[in-house]
Nanobody, 124 residues
């Protein structure tokens, strides 16, 4: 399986930006779609964004579309989540995950490897 480690979380003011990174290890990194999920206190884990193996196809949750951008650099075994115009409701623990397939999906059941998460806190 692909092993994932998130970084880049922290405290930011509403309207600001953060960039999350997820470093991956594994020979099959380039053949897996990758995604970001988040979980806020007292809420279920929700899909945020996903990207295909080549980076040519992306999916976004309606709540972040137009504000967040997912990208990947396979040569560096890294996937990113650029978060702009952050809102208080974006506060959550963010997780990156590797999909079972090469194409992006939004269902958590399609992902077989998960990172430990990084905290993003947005203050007003």
């Amino acid at each position: 399986q692909v092993q994932l480690v998130e970084s880049g979380g922290g405290l930011v003011q509403a309207g600001g930006s953060l960039r999350l990174s997820c470093a991956a290890s594994g020979r099959t990194f380039s053949s897996n779609a990758l995604g970001w999920f988040r979980q806020a206190p007292g809420k279920e884990r929700e899909f945020v964004a996903a990207i295909s193996d080549s980076g040519g196809i992306t999916l976004y949750a309606d709540s972040v579309k137009g504000r967040f951008t997912i990208s990947r650099e396979n040569a560096k075994n890294t996937v990113y989540l650029q978060m702009n115009s952050l809102k208080s409701e974006d506060t959550a623990v963010y997780y990156c995950a590797a999909n079972k397939f090469y194409f992006p999906t939004a269902s958590g059941t399609d992902f077989r490897s998960w990172g430990q998460g990084t905290q993003d806190t947005v203050s007003s």
